[in-house]
């Protein structure tokens, strides 16, 4: 069984999606795991916005969340991840 990894978000503390970050990457922390038919997101940092838009346009109607600790960088972007507020 293969797995796939995915960084939506690697910044620390300050989101900063702008050109000058393009390259690094501007979200904070959020990545994701794919495992056979499994789907599991860590942390929900500014990244997890995108991943959200993502899903949502995939159709993907399950995913586990696993917060590794609840400082800000590491939650902010819930408030904004779609998929948690649709049926």
């Known amino acids: ?3 796939k990894v995915k ?3 690697v910044r620390g503390s300050i989101a900063c999606p702008s050109p000058r970050h393009v390259a690094f990457g501007g979200n904070t922390s ?3 795991v794919s495992l056979g038919g499994n789907r599991i997101i860590f942390d929900a940092g500014t990244g997890i916005r995108n991943l959200g838009h ?3 346009r995939k ?3 399950y ?3 696993f ?3 609840t400082h800000w ?3 902010d972007g819930f408030p904004f991840f779609s998929p948690a507020f649709s049926k």
Do not use: R
Request: with cysteine; proline share 0%; hydrophobic share 50%.
């Open 7 to 9: 960084f939506w978000g």
């Open 63 to 65: 995913a586990k969340i």
């Open 67 to 69: 917060m590794s600790h």
């Open 73 to 75: 960088d590491h939650i």
């Open 59 to 61: 159709n993907v109607k």
């Open 1 to 3: 069984m293969s797995f």
């Open 30 to 32: 959020c990545v994701e």
């Open 54 to 56: 993502w899903l949502k």
